[in-house]
């Protein structure tokens, strides 16, 4: 059965930084690029950053200030967001890319964690 469980999230100030991490079981994590995604309060689930297989090649929708990695040893990917600012408030989801997709926006598994909050706020 495959597992999302996303931490690192909570309420920071206007410039300050998170660092995000999801832990993924149930599947070959090795295998397929993964997304971090962002659900912000009455919008619907868009992508902030993926990374493919090896991590040889990543993707931000923010490459100033958000950075993707992975670590296939430990099955985890993490978002390193810094410079925060207000609209980047969330909830932040990990899902993995569709097989040989990176960067789409699509996801490969209906189930989903139970996300992590950030708030961006003064």
């Known amino acids: 059965q495959v597992h999302f469980v996303e931490s690192g999230g909570g309420w920071v100030q206007p410039g300050e930084s998170l660092r995000l991490s999801c832990l993924a079981s149930?599947?070959?994590?090795?295998?397929?690029?993964m997304s971090w995604f962002r659900q912000a309060p009455g919008k619907e689930r868009e992508l902030v950053a993926s990374?493919?297989?090896?991590?040889?090649r990543t993707f931000s929708t923010d490459s100033g200030r958000f950075t993707i990695s992975r670590d296939n040893s430990r099955n985890t990917v993490d978002l390193q967001m810094n410079d925060l600012k207000p609209e980047d408030t969330g909830v932040y989801y990990c899902?993995?890319?569709?097989?040989?997709?990176?960067?789409?926006?699509?996801?490969?598994?209906?189930?989903w964690g139970q996300g992590t909050q950030v708030i961006v706020s003064s």
């Open positions: 149930g599947f070959t994590f090795s295998e397929h690029s």
């Open positions: 990374i493919t297989s090896r991590g040889s």
């Open positions: 899902n993995a890319d569709p097989p040989g997709t990176y960067r789409t926006g699509d996801h490969h598994f209906d189930s």
